[in-house]
């Protein structure tokens, strides 16, 4: 990142006020910490005189630096920024829990506007171990999934946003609960079922409780497993909004893309087949399935020329996705992913690949870098 002369920013010094920005001599060595005090103009001339600079990175703001970072940095960000969300909504209870969402929400939707194919991807990713993990992870695969599609149905930016921290917070009473039970061979227990039964109303109090007030994000949380037909619960009621009908879509497409201890996780063709079915002529749904697709980033798919391969965008055409090659025809692993090009016939998609079939399995960061390369 490019230095520039302190000069070039005196509008935002404030003799006597702390430094917002670190500043360095003209070698670039440090001259003066961030929160330092310049005591007066006279000083501050000084300083300049000599030549002293700033590190233009520290100027951005954090949705900048997220908007201009290499690209080939974005799966480290994004593995960052799930991490302090994860954080976040694991402790509900906290008397900052209000702020520490908001802010670590902020990056998510920023990497989101960024890259909607790598936020496609983490979607689809599978991997938290503990029972909390899942069920934050849960909540954000959903929370992305219902920023993308409002955004697709052209909702306002305000609504979007709301439909976003709607899916973040929906089952902010049962984090741990979700693991238990995608971990779980046998059905729920009663007390289990209570739990289900009641969590929307207890997600609404932890974040009245937490001083969230808007009535809109409150209802669309106690309403998401409420159904246009009456037949959801906690009320039956057939009163939807439009958020709840959204974030309930986005839950139940994302809970089939995840896997459980009874089910392997639902290939994303199948998946987008089945919302088409259990809900046909619902622009929501058509909207969910469009934006997705068939072929996701993040999906495995064989090429008809043998080759195992991993999608890392979608493409022009919705059956002609960017993917990059894993391993060869004979399948065996290539040192580092080929880039393929679907719409020739002889790389063309020839199907999905379960998870549970996927050989070679990369780690996560390796997978992700394929993604971006």
Same mark, same amino acid.
């Given at each position: 990142?490019? /230095? $520039?002369?302190?000069?070039?920013?005196?509008?935002?010094?404030?003799?006597?006020?702390?430094?917002? /920005?670190?500043?360095?001599?003209?070698?670039?060595?440090?001259? +003066?910490?961030?929160?330092?005090?310049?005591?007066?103009?006279?000083?501050?001339?000084?300083?300049?005189?000599?030549?002293?600079?700033?590190?233009?990175?520290?100027?951005?703001?954090?949705?900048?630096?997220?908007?201009?970072?290499? !690209?080939? +940095? #974005?799966?480290?960000?994004? &593995?960052? $920024?799930?991490?302090?969300?994860?954080?976040?909504?694991?402790?509900?209870?906290?008397? =900052?829990?209000?702020?520490?969402?908001?802010?670590?929400?902020?990056?998510?939707?920023?990497? *989101?506007?960024?890259?909607?194919? #790598?936020?496609?991807? &983490?979607? +689809?990713?599978?991997?938290?171990?503990?029972?909390?993990?899942?069920?934050?992870?849960?909540?954000?695969?959903? $929370?992305?999934?219902?920023?993308?599609?409002?955004?697709?149905? =052209?909702?306002?930016?305000?609504?979007?946003?709301?439909? /976003?921290?709607?899916?973040?917070?929906?089952?902010?009473?049962?984090?741990?609960? &979700?693991?238990?039970?995608?971990?779980?061979?046998?059905?729920?227990?009663?007390?289990?079922?209570?739990?289900? &039964?009641?969590?929307?109303?207890?997600?609404?109090?932890?974040?009245?409780? $937490?001083?969230?007030?808007?009535?809109?994000?409150? !209802?669309?949380?106690?309403?998401?497993?409420?159904?246009?037909?009456?037949?959801?619960?906690?009320?039956?009621?057939?009163?939807?909004?439009?958020?709840?009908?959204?974030? !309930?879509?986005?839950?139940?497409?994302?809970?089939?893309?995840?896997?459980?201890?009874?089910?392997?996780?639902?290939?994303?063709?199948?998946?987008?087949?089945?919302?088409?079915?259990?809900?046909?002529?619902?622009?929501?749904?058509?909207?969910?399935?469009?934006? /997705?697709?068939?072929?996701?980033?993040?999906?495995?798919?064989?090429?008809?020329?043998?080759?195992?391969?991993? *999608?890392?965008?979608?493409?022009?055409?919705?059956?002609?996705?960017?993917?990059?090659?894993?391993?060869?025809?004979?399948?065996?692993?290539?040192?580092?992913?080929? !880039?393929?090009?679907?719409?020739?016939?002889?790389?063309? *998609?020839?199907?999905?690949?379960?998870?549970?079939?996927?050989?070679?399995? #990369?780690?996560?960061?390796?997978?992700?870098?394929? +993604?971006?390369?």
């Amino acid at each position: 990142m490019p /230095f $520039a002369e302190l000069s070039s920013v005196k509008h935002r010094l404030v003799p006597g006020a702390p430094l917002p /920005f670190n500043v360095r001599d003209a070698d670039r060595t440090l001259l +003066l910490a961030r929160g330092q005090m310049v005591e007066s103009n006279e000083q501050l001339e000084a300083i300049m005189r000599r030549g002293a600079l700033v590190d233009m990175a520290e100027l951005q703001s954090p949705r900048d630096q997220i908007l201009q970072a290499p !690209r080939e +940095l #974005l799966p480290q960000i994004w &593995q960052q $920024a799930m991490a302090q969300l994860g954080l976040a909504l694991a402790d509900a209870t906290a008397p =900052s829990f209000r702020e520490a969402l908001v802010e670590a929400a902020a990056p998510v939707q920023t990497l *989101v506007e960024r890259d909607p194919d #790598l936020a496609i991807f &983490q979607v +689809l990713r599978q991997g938290a171990s503990a029972d909390l993990a899942y069920g934050a992870q849960r909540s954000l695969q959903t $929370a992305i999934t219902s920023l993308l599609v409002a955004q697709r149905l =052209s909702w306002e930016p305000a609504e979007a946003e709301r439909a /976003f921290k709607v899916a973040l917070t929906m089952n902010l009473s049962m984090l741990e609960l &979700q693991g238990q039970l995608a971990r779980q061979a046998t059905p729920p227990t009663p007390d289990q079922r209570l739990a289900l &039964q009641t969590h929307p109303m207890r997600s609404v109090r932890l974040l009245e409780t $937490a001083g969230i007030s808007d009535p809109l994000w409150l !209802r669309a949380v106690l309403q998401h497993h409420e159904c246009e037909d009456g037949s959801g619960y906690p009320s039956g009621s057939g009163d939807v909004c439009d958020l709840a009908s959204l974030v !309930r879509r986005s839950d139940v497409y994302t809970s089939k893309l995840a896997s459980r201890s009874t089910r392997d996780a639902m290939s994303a063709d199948i998946a987008g087949r089945q919302m088409f079915m259990q809900d046909p002529g619902h622009p929501m749904t058509a909207a969910l399935v469009k934006e /997705f697709g068939i072929y996701p980033p993040g999906c495995h798919v064989r090429l008809a020329s043998g080759e195992l391969a991993v *999608v890392v965008a979608r493409g022009a055409a919705i059956t002609a996705p960017v993917v990059a090659c894993l391993s060869n025809a004979r399948g065996a692993p290539l040192s580092a992913p080929v !880039r393929r090009d679907t719409s020739d016939r002889k790389y063309a *998609v020839a199907g999905v690949v379960g998870e549970a079939s996927v050989y070679p399995r #990369l780690p996560l960061d390796r997978l992700m870098a394929a +993604l971006v390369a």
